[in-house]
């Protein structure tokens, strides 16, 4: 029968290493601090992202080549395509329609109605006042572009005249690239 070694020194025995003391929650992950892993290294790397393929979709497909040339709205205009959210257009043959739908609007400004009103009081030049006049814009513009068998709209909110201006402008642009 063999004897366990003894727990301590015993007299003509080589002294007995000390070991390390184990912390009270070793093994269990603490946040903020990354586990040692022997299968990953230390620290432990995120796993990649899977490949398309094997249950996973692909991806949307590539884009046409080249930089944006105009962008209105959600539609993009680059040398080589027309990249829009219902797929990409090729540039040649494509009709462009933009439809102004805003309204301006012209009226009295409440700080004259209100200085006029207190001026009418004092003397009859208060009435000067309701000349002051305060442009509006409302509305949208519609913007329309068709070609190879695909068709896309987009409504643009406006709130001034130039804004307007501006997207007819750009679909000016726009036109000009697909001749």
């Not at 680059?78 to 990409?88: F, H, K, V």
């Not at 040649?92 to 109605?113: C, F, K, N, Y």
Request: charged share 10%; proline share 18%.
């Amino acid at each position: 029968m063999t004897t366990p070694p003894p727990p301590f020194d015993a007299p003509g025995q080589p002294p007995v290493p000390p070991q390390p003391a184990t912390p009270p929650n070793a093994g269990v992950p603490v946040y903020g601090y990354p586990m040692p892993s022997p299968e990953y290294g230390y620290p432990q790397q995120p796993p990649a992202p899977p490949a398309a393929g094997y249950g996973y979709p692909a991806g949307p497909p590539a884009p046409p080549a080249g930089q944006p040339l105009v962008t209105i709205g959600d539609i993009a205009v680059t040398s080589t395509g027309i990249i829009t959210p219902a797929g990409p257009i090729p540039l040649q043959g494509t009709v462009w329609t933009a439809t102004d739908l805003s309204r301006t609007e012209e009226r009295i400004a409440p700080a004259g109605i209100v200085l006029a009103i207190i001026f009418f009081l004092f003397c009859l030049i208060g009435l000067l006042f309701l000349l002051m006049k305060e442009k509006r814009t409302t509305g949208h513009v519609q913007i329309t572009v068709s070609g190879g068998g695909r068709y896309h709209t987009t409504s643009i909110p406006v709130s001034s005249p130039h804004q307007v201006m501006d997207l007819i402008n750009r679909v000016n642009y726009a036109r000009g690239l697909c001749i």
